[in-house]
């Protein structure tokens, strides 16, 4: 067999269970922030289109309105 052609194994031990590189799920959940991601996207489209999100804003006044009746 030629000794260029084979395989060297190395004869440290690997812990395959456990990456090092990637973080855990505590700190994944630390990270995620949904309800503060949806409303800096709502201002933000809010401030590039103000009378689509007035309109909006009014539509679902309107219809919250109408169900409640409180007349």
Known sequence: MDPTTTTQHS?????RSVPQ??????????????????VDYVQTY???NPGTAALWC????????WKLKPW
């Open 11 to 15: 004869s440290l031990p690997t812990n």
């Open 21 to 38: 590189n990637q973080p855990s799920q505590q700190q994944v959940a630390e990270q995620l922030e949904p309800i503060d991601d949806i």
């Open 46 to 48: 809010a401030r590039q």
């Open 58 to 65: 009014f539509g679902i006044g309107f219809i919250v309105g």
